[in-house]
Every structure is written in C-alpha cells, then in structure tokens.
C-alpha cells in the first residue's frame, strides 16, 4: 500500500467513527468519547478538518465538572442508559448537569492536542483557540494538584487502573493481586463462576477471549469502580480507608509534559500562570525522580500509600522520554532499554511489555501487544531528546504494520498479527499524524 493510499484509508476509518460532534474509537465495541482518544483524534483530524479537530476537543470538555476534573469518558446519549447507571455521575454535586459522564479521568494529553491543533492556525486564530480551551485546561491541571496530590509530594496519583489507559498493564494487575481482590471474587475464582459471567461479556463476544482481560480482572475492576461510585466520586473519602492507589509512571510523565504545554497556552494569550501552579509543576519534575531506580536503572510506578516501587516491567518505563525533562545520561539509559532485542525492540516495536517479562502475552491486551499511541508518544519524547534514528526506525515500522495489517486496536510485536477491534480510530489519526 503507498503512503497515498494508507492515508486514504485513515481517513475513512476517521469518518466511519465520526458521530458529528465527537468521534467513537470503534464502534460497536466502544460506543462512548473517551478523553486521551479524543486528543490522539484531534492530532489526527487536524490535518483534515482543522474546525472538526476543535470540536473534538471542545466535546470532550463538555463532560468536565465543576472541580476541573476531565472525566475519561463523556457517554453517548444512545447508550446512556446502561453506561449512565453504571457510572451514575450525577452522585457527585460536581458532575455536570446535562451530559453523563464516568467519575475517573485518564492521561491528560489534551494540553498536547490544543497545541498541535494550534500550529496548523494563523497567529489570530491560534490566539482565539488558545482563549477558547484555556480556563478548562487550568482548572484540569489545578485539579490534578488539588485531588490527586493530596500531601503536595509532587506526584499525582490514580485510583482505577482505567485512569492510566493501559488497564491491565502488570504493574497494576500486580498491585491488585497482591492486596485488592475481594472475598467475593476469590469466590468467583474458587467455584469457577468466572467462566459463566464471561458468557455476557461484550468485550469477549466481540473479540478472542484472551486477547482482553481475564473475566476475574474485570470483576476486580469493577468492584473498585462500585467503591469508588459509593464514595460518590470524593477523593477524600475514597483515600480514608484503604485504596489501590497508584502513582503511576506513564500518567505523571504525560503530566509534566502537558504542564508545559500549558504554560506555552498561557503564554500565547499573554497570560501568566498562578504562581503556586508553577511552583508545584517545578517540584513534579523534581518528584519524578523518586520514581528512578538505581538497581535496575529504570523508572517504575509507586504505591502512593507505602510508597514502595512496583518493579514489574512495562512499557511505563519508557514514558519518561515523552515527559522530556530528562537529563542526558537517563535519556540514554531509557534508549538502551528500548533497542534492546531482548525488551522492546522487536519486529514491531514498541510492545507492551518487554518480551523477557514473565507478563509478556502477544496478543494480550496491554500485556505484550503494540499500541500506536503509546508509539506516538515514544516517538515524540526520542525526537525532543534528539534520537531521530530510533525515531524514525519506529515510526517506519509502524507504517510498515498497518499496511500490512489495518487500521487494528493492537498488534503483535512478533508478526505483527491484528488484535482487538478492527477499523480503530486512534491508530488511524496517529498513523495519518505520522505520514504527514
Ligand atoms: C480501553 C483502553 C483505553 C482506551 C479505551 C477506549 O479501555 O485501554 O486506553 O481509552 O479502551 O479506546
């Protein structure tokens, strides 16, 4: 397939996705706007549709509550029904009105798409955008502060594996193994009920078992999310008795990133951050640092109550080059890891996991499979560490996967075999992002 034609081909997956105001990731699998999907669609969409790119973002903002949260998923009017009473935002005084949202929030890269839709505008039209989403972004990043750093260490934690975007990545599958199944569901387990509720699965019905989660990781995670909803969504009282919390490597690089990006937004309107926000966005990047370790010579993510490091390999490790705050010499640890053969540098890089993990599966979901998205992040942070040709090995072979391949969810590393849903529109925007 030629580069023409390949991006041809994102473009329609684009448009089958499009629900006029927001896109879907894939339909019928994923009915709903989710938010770090919608920014990845953005950086895709503007390079067609520039307006169509802002009302994406725009949409997406429409779910944020009165705190600033931005929650991870704003729910399709169609479906509200079933997703709306499983969320049930409206528990919280801060959920908005009229839309039904979910109660978490996931990476926040919406700084990073505003952005990148705002260097396709005019110097003007840049200005006016910036002024548009502006508010919003601050009020998101103070609630990050505000929330999810609740003792002002620096570090920002999440308390559902949903709010990372790689919900089963081993080192919170590991976490909630150790210390978060309940009772019930070692029932579950014991009597084997797990295979009968995985009769009504969606996500199973509509693609291979095992290339998802394990029906009991499911239960788990939706026994955290009941906990969470029958706190009505309060951190305080969430945090009161104990919770899986997690300070996870991937979100907190992908934090400091957009800091700065917001603090470049700030600058095109001729505004001046708060001073406490720029104090407590300096101490993250120093935080970030605790989350190194000189043993292995890696980053992992942290147990926020004991504050213990995870050590469980996985692509998290590798986050750090998107946050771009890193000293040369970690730069280079982080690139040796990834063109190691024996880790992540395989056929089709980068996968999920490294392939020496006992984790490694793949076909299995975030435990082995390659992502685009997590590419495009791995590609930006080698750019703005000056690795082009690490880069552009990545990026050619990324091109080189879904041509032959399609437009998929996942991917094996191995072969490059398709998983998950088909037609996917974040490998299409990033892939489209990627050509031009
Ligand atoms: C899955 C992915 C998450 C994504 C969502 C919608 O939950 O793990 O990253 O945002 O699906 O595509």
């Known amino acids: 397939m030629s580069h023409d034609e390949l991006a041809q081909a994102c473009k329609e997956v684009l448009k089958k996705n499009d629900k006029g105001s927001f896109t879907v990731p894939a339909s019928p699998l994923y009915p709903h706007q989710w938010l770090w999907d919608s920014c990845f669609i953005a950086i895709g969409l503007r390079h067609i549709d520039i307006k169509r790119a802002q009302v994406e973002i725009k949409s997406l903002l429409r779910g944020q509550w009165s705190n600033g949260m931005v929650p991870n998923m704003v729910l399709s009017t169609d479906e509200t029904s079933q997703a709306g009473s499983f969320w049930r935002s409206s528990v919280s005084p801060f959920s908005p009105d009229n839309v039904a949202t979910s109660g978490i929030t996931q990476p926040p890269v919406i700084a990073e798409a505003v952005v990148r839709i705002g260097e396709k505008l005019d110097k003007q039209e840049r200005r006016k955008w910036y002024q548009d989403v502006f508010h ?18 620096g570090l920002v934690l999440q308390v559902h594996p949903w709010e990372t975007g790689l919900d089963n990545t081993p080192p919170w599958m590991f976490e909630l193994h150790q210390h978060q199944m309940p009772t019930w569901i070692r029932i579950v387990a014991a009597l084997k009920l797990d295979t009968i509720i995985g009769f009504f699965r969606r996500d199973s019905t509509l693609s291979m078992p095992g290339e998802r989660l394990s029906t009991l990781d499911g239960l788990a995670f939706y026994s955290i999310q009941r906990r969470l909803r029958r706190k009505r969504y309060d951190i ?74 995870i050590k469980v390999p996985s692509i998290g490790a590798l986050m750090p080059l998107y946050g771009g705050h890193l000293a040369k010499e970690r730069a280079k640890d982080l690139v040796k890891m990834l063109t190691d053969n024996k880790q992540f540098w395989l056929k089709y890089p980068v996968p999920s996991v490294p392939v020496n993990s006992e984790w490694f599966h793949e076909h299995r979901y975030w435990q082995g499979p390659t992502w685009i998205n997590t590419n495009w992040l791995i590609i930006a942070g080698l750019e703005r560490h000056g690795f082009i040709e690490e880069a552009n090995h990545i990026k050619e072979q990324t091109i080189k996967l879904v041509s032959k391949n399609g437009l998929s969810e996942y991917f094996s590393p191995k072969d490059g075999a398709p998983v998950g849903a088909e037609n996917f529109a974040w490998t299409a925007a990033l892939v489209l992002d990627m050509l031009c």
Not at 138 to 147: G, I, P, R
Not at 258 to 278: C, M, Q, V, Y
Request: hydrophobic fraction near 35%; avoid cysteine; proline fraction near 2%.
């Open 136 to 153: 919003a972004l601050l009020a998101y990043h103070q609630w990050l502060y505000a929330e999810r750093d609740p003792h002002q260490e």
């Open 236 to 309: 305080q009282s969430i945090l009161s008795h104990s919770h899986l919390s997690i300070e996870d490597v991937t979100f907190n690089a992908i934090f400091i990133r957009n800091n700065h990006h917001l603090k470049t937004i700030a600058k095109g309107i001729g505004k001046k951050l708060p001073e406490d926000l720029l104090k407590r966005m300096r101490q993250t990047e120093g935080a970030f640092e605790k989350l190194w370790d000189t043993y292995t010579n890696q980053y992992y993510s942290r147990n926020f109550v004991t504050h213990k490091m």
